[in-house]
């Protein structure tokens, strides 16, 4: 079928994923979005179908992402390659097809890991996604970017990773969903989370089935399966997977897929309410992390997770303690970490509200804020200006209903629409228990955070 024979919707389509070969572009630049109404998902398999991706597609003689590992795909002088093996594509799709759609699911990738990168620096799972992923311009493009691609018409880029786990291009498949956990899980999109990460657990699999021990990624994903599991309110599989997920990162001597399978076991234990188990969990986490030799900022979130675990058992002071360490530790970590530190200052400024210690909340939510994008952090945005609406009721001070109404529209905006309604539909913010002295009597120990723990 000649390309004139498509919808004129299509041959827009065309025309914008030309653009993918082209080097003289950088990844923020383009999108599959930027047309009129078209099914993205429908038209990827139409072109496929119909032996046109592969015009679309086709590299202009300079590699566009040299450092990418390179996933086995058909080669034109290899038919063997075309075999219906663990790495190459489906036996089912033509030579020409396959290797188009590894190049769309390559700059997807890339382009998906460079918002990772962006918006989480160093938080990949493995180190070629990090060398290969390029920062985009600030975090707030970033978002921008992460919220065109998957928002507007159904999802372009779960569109190409259900492609990529259909069509077997598993290398490929596994590394898109790694690099979809940051930006969907900062993002809140849970659902998506659980779909992209078990599409990555089938694809790891496949691709380590020659290996005794499974594929490295495995178990990570698995582990982030269970985390969104956990948030949807279904513990009793969360649970099971998690077994799953430490099994294998114990096989594979892997310390960082352990910590990380230990760490969403445990905030599946505070889901379920099983605060002492989750807390000594955590303890388990962090000692773990520090046998590993883990960068500080990793001990801080633990810290930070451990704590705020502790502020719900009642056990105030060393949530506090927590709190000031995770603070301290993300601090000290030499790359800049300020998204971290402003959800570490968020945990340990409720648990001094907590407390009655209003005034020390009030700076750290201050602090907090000054780390924030409202493009880019918008819920977190939100939750510091409700808690500052708190400490400026409190304190007396006369910005207060500012603070709500930022907050109202930062929860609108972050499409939270329930803690929207609830701050609207009350008029006072909740007060602390017990009011008490703004500074800690001189008794009270408040030991400065520490390097390590």
Same mark, same amino acid.
């Given at each position: *079928?000649?390309? $004139?024979?498509l919808p004129p919707a299509d041959l827009d389509l065309l025309a914008v994923l030309r653009k993918i070969g082209d080097p003289g572009l950088t990844a923020d630049t383009i999108s599959l979005l930027d047309l009129p109404d078209h099914d993205v998902?429908?038209?990827?398999?139409?072109?496929?179908d119909q032996e046109l991706l592969h015009q679309v597609t086709d590299p202009t003689g300079t590699v566009r992402y040299p450092a990418t590992p390179a996933p086995d795909t058909a080669k034109d002088d290899d038919p063997a390659s075309l075999s219906d093996t663990n790495h190459g594509p489906s036996s089912t799709v033509s030579q020409?097809? =396959?290797?188009?759609?590894?190049?769309?699911?390559? $700059?997807?990738? *890339?382009? *998906?890991s460079s918002i990772a990168e962006t918006l989480e620096p160093g938080k990949h799972a493995y180190s070629d996604l990090r060398r290969s992923a390029t920062p985009l311009a600030d975090r707030a493009t970033a978002r921008m970017v992460f919220d065109r691609e998957h928002h507007a018409r159904g999802g372009t880029v779960m569109a190409v990773l259900r492609l990529a786990v259909e069509l077997e291009l598993w290398e490929w498949a596994w590394r898109l969903g790694e690099a979809l956990w940051v930006p969907l899980r900062s993002g809140r999109h849970i659902e998506d989370v659980l779909l992209s990460q078990t599409f990555a657990v089938r694809a790891a699999r496949v691709a380590g089935a020659d290996d005794d021990l499974g594929h490295p990624y495995e178990s990570t994903a698995?582990?982030?399966?269970?985390?969104?599991?956990s948030r949807l309110?279904? &513990?009793?599989? =969360? !649970?099971?997977?998690i077994e799953f997920a430490v099994a294998v990162a114990e096989g594979h001597g892997d310390g960082r897929a352990l910590a990380t399978a230990l760490s969403v076991s445990a905030q599946t234990l505070v889901a379920d309410n099983r605060l002492d188990d989750a807390v000594a969990m955590f303890d388990r986490c962090i000692d773990l992390d520090i046998r590993n030799s883990a960068p500080p900022w990793v001990l801080g979130v633990r810290l930070r997770q451990?704590?705020?675990?502790?502020?719900?058992?009642?056990?105030?002071?060393?949530?506090?303690?927590? @709190?000031?360490? @995770?603070?301290?530790?993300?601090?000290?970590?030499?790359?800049?970490?300020?998204?971290?530190a402003a959800r570490a200052l968020i945990v340990y400024a409720e648990i001094l509200l907590d407390l009655g210690l209003t005034e020390l909340a009030?700076?750290?939510?201050?602090?907090?804020? !000054?780390?924030?994008?409202?493009? @880019?952090?918008?819920? $977190?945005?939100?939750?510091?200006? =409700?808690?500052?609406? &708190? &400490? !400026?009721?409190?304190?007396?001070?006369?910005d207060a209903e500012q603070h709500r109404g930022r907050a109202i529209t930062a929860y609108e905006q972050a499409g939270d629409s329930r803690r929207a309604t609830e701050l609207r539909a009350h008029p006072t913010p909740r007060m602390p228990v017990t009011p008490r002295q703004s500074t800690p009597p001189p008794s009270q120990e408040n030991p400065e955070p520490e390097a390590d723990r």
């Amino acid at each position: *079928m000649a390309e $004139h024979d498509l919808p004129p919707a299509d041959l827009d389509l065309l025309a914008v994923l030309r653009k993918i070969g082209d080097p003289g572009l950088t990844a923020d630049t383009i999108s599959l979005l930027d047309l009129p109404d078209h099914d993205v998902d429908q038209t990827l398999r139409r072109l496929i179908d119909q032996e046109l991706l592969h015009q679309v597609t086709d590299p202009t003689g300079t590699v566009r992402y040299p450092a990418t590992p390179a996933p086995d795909t058909a080669k034109d002088d290899d038919p063997a390659s075309l075999s219906d093996t663990n790495h190459g594509p489906s036996s089912t799709v033509s030579q020409r097809a =396959a290797q188009a759609l590894a190049r769309l699911v390559e $700059h997807y990738t *890339m382009l *998906m890991s460079s918002i990772a990168e962006t918006l989480e620096p160093g938080k990949h799972a493995y180190s070629d996604l990090r060398r290969s992923a390029t920062p985009l311009a600030d975090r707030a493009t970033a978002r921008m970017v992460f919220d065109r691609e998957h928002h507007a018409r159904g999802g372009t880029v779960m569109a190409v990773l259900r492609l990529a786990v259909e069509l077997e291009l598993w290398e490929w498949a596994w590394r898109l969903g790694e690099a979809l956990w940051v930006p969907l899980r900062s993002g809140r999109h849970i659902e998506d989370v659980l779909l992209s990460q078990t599409f990555a657990v089938r694809a790891a699999r496949v691709a380590g089935a020659d290996d005794d021990l499974g594929h490295p990624y495995e178990s990570t994903a698995c582990a982030r399966v269970a985390w969104a599991q956990s948030r949807l309110g279904r &513990t009793a599989d =969360a !649970a099971a997977l998690i077994e799953f997920a430490v099994a294998v990162a114990e096989g594979h001597g892997d310390g960082r897929a352990l910590a990380t399978a230990l760490s969403v076991s445990a905030q599946t234990l505070v889901a379920d309410n099983r605060l002492d188990d989750a807390v000594a969990m955590f303890d388990r986490c962090i000692d773990l992390d520090i046998r590993n030799s883990a960068p500080p900022w990793v001990l801080g979130v633990r810290l930070r997770q451990q704590a705020s675990a502790l502020s719900s058992l009642g056990r105030k002071k060393e949530a506090c303690r927590a @709190a000031r360490f @995770a603070v301290g530790l993300i601090f000290g970590d030499p790359r800049p970490r300020g998204f971290d530190a402003a959800r570490a200052l968020i945990v340990y400024a409720e648990i001094l509200l907590d407390l009655g210690l209003t005034e020390l909340a009030d700076e750290a939510l201050i602090d907090a804020n !000054a780390f924030l994008d409202p493009d @880019a952090d918008r819920v $977190h945005h939100a939750d510091v200006q =409700a808690l500052l609406w &708190t &400490t !400026a009721t409190v304190l007396g001070q006369p910005d207060a209903e500012q603070h709500r109404g930022r907050a109202i529209t930062a929860y609108e905006q972050a499409g939270d629409s329930r803690r929207a309604t609830e701050l609207r539909a009350h008029p006072t913010p909740r007060m602390p228990v017990t009011p008490r002295q703004s500074t800690p009597p001189p008794s009270q120990e408040n030991p400065e955070p520490e390097a390590d723990r």
